[in-house]
Every structure is written in structure tokens, then in C-alpha cells.
């Protein structure tokens, strides 16, 4: 038997505050595409306690340019975020795959992206933070000012910060509160974020063998990528797995996988001169027009999700960031993994040495899949990685990340609680509640 959730849609900003001063135990959402927190499965995280499920998603959304800055207030999505900024001239860095997320979730679970190879994670574009306190005031956290220096922790954090996203949250200034702690400390209401200007781009395709039988060019293109992070906004892998899910007659000629960037089309002759000639990649490289390409990258995830609906898969996958040099150890455990007889599929930020591997699991499969994915993150652990640098730890992952914890991150987390979530009311459940 479980405790029944109970579910509320805010209208305005004055009902928020209202909710948050009678203290309920609450799971604040907007477009609920998180992975990591099974919303539609939520009772069974809480058995026995009560959680109101928020629903933020019908709060005024609100979008403004201010000189070269985006200001977002309420459930504005990325697809929205980006739109509006186009209307203007301008450009995020960056946004993650699915835009129908909303920007100020994103905030909450540190968001990154395809261009994070060019522009970091979301934390390197957010300018300001507004966030609705446990007596429900409104507090504004900047970019600029370092944290308190009991709420930093200083020598945990070193040598993570290489990854886009750490097994646990980055603190280090005011901002950092909201950033990749997932709703656990307050409510997002507004940010402000820096914008670039809009350009025309374009994506040069890499026909590459299929990893599983050679890697060797993948490995010397990975290395070769790191000296243009300034030129090339992403460098994307998908494998022959994933082409297949697109239909024949929009598949690109290639036998292998394919790795992809792009970057300003007045950076063409660059590219080539600097980038294809060297590696001596000319007779295997074709160019598309950004448009196109937009298209031809969503047919992936729409053929995955089609599959998986037809046939009754669970997917089962994984999100971990290794460094440069350990990224062939990471494709031998992705060598392993491919060998169960499960479908699969490869891709992902491959110039950041971060990649999805996808188990397509049938429902008599789920046990051998679920096992195979506990294997496969004891493994890393050996590894200095991040086990999930992008979708986050949510309620799913909690297990996965606890080999990563030190006393001072349990103590931290609980500090952290104490002053800013006294009554428990934000996200319960979530990471920081977790105990050693
Ligand atoms: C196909 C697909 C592709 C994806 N690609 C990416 C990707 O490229 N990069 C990436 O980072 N993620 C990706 N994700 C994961 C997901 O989209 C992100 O985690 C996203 O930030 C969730 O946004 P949402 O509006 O759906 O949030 P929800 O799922 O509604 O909520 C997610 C979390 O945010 C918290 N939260 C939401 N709103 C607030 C708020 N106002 N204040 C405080 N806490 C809040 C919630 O408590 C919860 O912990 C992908 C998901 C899918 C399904």
C-alpha cells in the first residue's frame, strides 16, 4: 500500500508563495522530461510519505532582452528561449537535446548540451538566479560573489572540475545554490543568461569504422578535436546503431558510425585546411547545411522512441563523462556491454569523452540489463569519472553516485538542508538526503 501523492498546478507566483509557507513535502516540476525521475512511477520512492507533485508548468512565462542578456521568468522552454533570442539577433550557447524542457528546470539539474564542447555547462552562461526561499522571499543569487565559506567545499570538488557535471553539485559562487541541486534548496523563479550573436552555421559528417570493431580513428579524431574548442561548438558521435533507426531513404551512405561538427560557415576553408587535411580524412567527410541537419539529428531520438513503444523496451542507459585519456577504457566496458545480445545503440558528446550508451531492453530482458548496468557503474568507480554528467542523479541514480561520497559531502549536503530546507519540504528524497 502506498501513501496517496497528491498533485497541484500553480497559476501565479502569489499561490507559489502560499504553497511554499504551509511547508508540504513537495516535488516541484515543469515539462517532467527528466530521466532520472520517474514521474509516472513516483509512489513507489514514497511509500510511506506524503509528496505534493507542483506542477510549475502553467505560471506566467515571461522572456525579455535586456542589451545582450535573455531574463526568463516562469516555465519558458528552451525551443521558446531560443526562438526568442533568434527574433533578436542572438544565440544561446548552448540548450540541451530536448528543448521542450523548460530553461529554469535546466538550471536545476545543470543542464548541458550538444555546444558544451564550446560552451561549458549552462553554470558558464547564467548571469543571476531568483529563487523562492523555505519562508518563501525571493532571493537573488549572482554569478559574481562566492559563497559563504561553509556551504563551499573546496578540496572535494578538485579534479572534477574538468567535467561538465560532478557526481554531485559544483559550489563555489551564490549561483552555484541553484545550479545541479535540483529543486533541493528552493524554487527557481527567474534568471538572467548572456546570449551571443546569432550565426550561420553548418556540420561537417566523418564516416569512421564501426567502434566495436576499430577504434583507433575515433581515438586519434577525439584528440585532434581538443585543439579547435574554440572554433567547433560540438563534436557529436552516432553509431551504426543509432543510423539504423533512421528511415533508409534519409540515412546517409555510410557502412560505420559517424562523427559530427559544426561550426561557422565562414570557418569552411579553416576546417578543411587545418582540420580534415591533416588527419588526411578528405575522401570520408560531407557537409550539410545547419537546417537540414536539425532534422536529420532528431530522427534518431524519434526512431528510438518508436521503437521502444512498439516493441514494450525499457532503455536502460548510461551518462558518464570520463577524461581524454581514459576514454578507450570507457569504449572497452561499451565493447563488454554490447556483447549481451540486448539491442543497443552508441552516441553522444563524443569530442567531451561523454557518450550514451543505450540498452533497448524487452521486458524478459530487463533483469540481465539491470545487472549488466550495476556491473558496468562498479566498474567505472575505479575510474576518476562522472557517472552522470548531464541528466542528473534524480531519485534513480542515488545508488550509482553513493561510491563517489566522502563524509564531507554527506556533512555538507546536511548543513546545507538544515539552513536552507529546515522542514524538508523541498524535493525529498533527493541526493543530499542520502546518508552514508
Ligand atoms: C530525449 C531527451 C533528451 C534529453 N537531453 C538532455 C540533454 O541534452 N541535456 C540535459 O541536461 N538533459 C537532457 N535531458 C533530461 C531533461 O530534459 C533535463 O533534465 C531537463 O532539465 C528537465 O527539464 P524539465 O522542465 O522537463 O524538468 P522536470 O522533469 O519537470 O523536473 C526535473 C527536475 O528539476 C527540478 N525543477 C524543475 N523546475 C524547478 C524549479 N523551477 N526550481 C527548482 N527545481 C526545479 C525538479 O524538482 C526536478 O528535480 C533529456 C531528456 C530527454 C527525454
Given at each position: 500500500m502506498y501513501m496517496a501523492i497528491t498533485t497541484r498546478t500553480i497559476s501565479s507566483l502569489d499561490d507559489l508563495k502560499t504553497f511554499i509557507k504551509e511547508g508540504k513535502p513537495a516535488l516541484y516540476h515543469a515539462s517532467k522530461t527528466s530521466t532520472v525521475i520517474p514521474f509516472d512511477q513516483i509512489e513507489q520512492f514514497y511509500p510511506d510519505k506524503e509528496l505534493t507533485l507542483v506542477n510549475l508548468?502553467?505560471?506566467?512565462?515571461?522572456?525579455?532582452?535586456?542589451?545582450?542578456?535573455?531574463?526568463?521568468?516562469?516555465?519558458?522552454?528552451?525551443?521558446?528561449?531560443?526562438?526568442?533570442?533568434?527574433?533578436h539577433g542572438r544565440e544561446l550557447p548552448m540548450w540541451p537535446t530536448e528543448e521542450l524542457a523548460c530553461v529554469l528546470s535546466?538550471?536545476?539539474?545543470?543542464?548541458?548540451?550538444?555546444?558544451?564542447?564550446?560552451?561549458?555547462?549552462l553554470r558558464a552562461q547564467v548571469d543571476e538566479v531568483t529563487y523562492l526561499n523555505h519562508r518563501a522571499e525571493e532571493i537573488v543569487l549572482s554569478c559574481q560573489k562566492a559563497l559563504d565559506s561553509f556551504e563551499m567545499y573546496d578540496k572535494i570538488q578538485k579534479g572534477f572540475r574538468e567535467f561538465k557535471n560532478a557526481p554531485f553539485p559544483y559550489l563555489s559562487m551564490e549561483i552555484d545554490l541553484m545550479i545541479g541541486t535540483e529543486g533541493q534548496l528552493g524554487v527557481i523563479t527567474e534568471a538572467v543568461l548572456r546570449t551571443k550573436p546569432l550565426e550561420n552555421t553548418e556540420v561537417?559528417?566523418?564516416?569512421?569504422?564501426?567502434?566495436?570493431?576499430?577504434?583507433?580513428?575515433h581515438i586519434k579524431i577525439m584528440n585532434k578535436v581538443q585543439e579547435f574548442r574554440n572554433q567547433f561548438y560540438c563534436v557529436e558521435l552516432l553509431d551504426s546503431?543509432?543510423?539504423?533507426f533512421i528511415e533508409k531513404e534519409k540515412r546517409p551512405d555510410a557502412e560505420g558510425d559517424l562523427i559530427f561538427l559544426e561550426y561557422g560557415v565562414k570557418l569552411q576553408d579553416f576546417v578543411f585546411e587545418h582540420f580534415v587535411t591533416p588527419l588526411g580524412l578528405e575522401d570520408q567527410v560531407f557537409v550539410m547545411e545547419a537546417a537540414k541537419f536539425k532534422e536529420f539529428r532528431m530522427e534518431v531520438p524519434r526512431g528510438v522512441q518508436e521503437y521502444n513503444s512498439r516493441n514494450g523496451v525499457v532503455k536502460k542507459g548510461t551518462d558518464v563523462q570520463?577524461?581524454?585519456?581514459?576514454f578507450r577504457k570507457l569504449l572497452d566496458l561499451y565493447r563488454e556491454l554490447a556483447k549481451s545480445g540486448i539491442r543497443y545503440l552508441l552516441f553522444g558528446h563524443f569530442g567531451d569523452a561523454h557518450?550514451?550508451?543505450?540498452?533497448?531492453?524487452?521486458?524478459?530482458?530487463?533483469?540481465?540489463?539491470?545487472?549488466?548496468?550495476?556491473?558496468f557503474y562498479d566498474k567505472i568507480t575505479d575510474m576518476k569519472c562522472s557517472p552522470f554528467?548531464?541528466?542528473g542523479i534524480g531519485l534513480i541514480k542515488q545508488n550509482y553516485v553513493r561510491p563517489f561520497y566522502t563524509k564531507e559531502h554527506f556533512d555538507t549536503f546536511k548543513k546545507l538542508k538544515d539552513l536552507h530546507d529546515p522542514k524538508r519540504q523541498f524535493f525529498p528524497g533527493g541526493f543530499m538526503e542520502m546518508t552514508p
Open positions: 508548468s502553467t505560471l506566467p512565462a515571461v522572456m525579455e532582452m535586456d542589451e545582450d542578456r535573455l531574463m526568463i521568468k516562469g516555465p519558458v522552454t528552451w525551443k521558446e528561449a531560443r526562438g526568442f533570442c533568434h527574433e535546466g538550471i536545476a539539474t545543470s543542464a548541458t548540451g550538444e555546444r558544451s564542447f564550446n560552451a561549458g555547462s561537417l559528417f566523418i564516416k569512421v569504422p564501426k567502434w566495436e570493431e576499430d577504434y583507433s580513428l546503431n543509432s543510423l539504423e570520463v577524461r581524454h585519456m581514459d557518450l550514451h550508451f543505450n540498452l533497448l531492453a524487452k521486458t524478459d530482458q530487463v533483469e540481465d540489463c539491470t545487472k549488466l548496468m550495476n556491473e554528467a548531464e541528466h
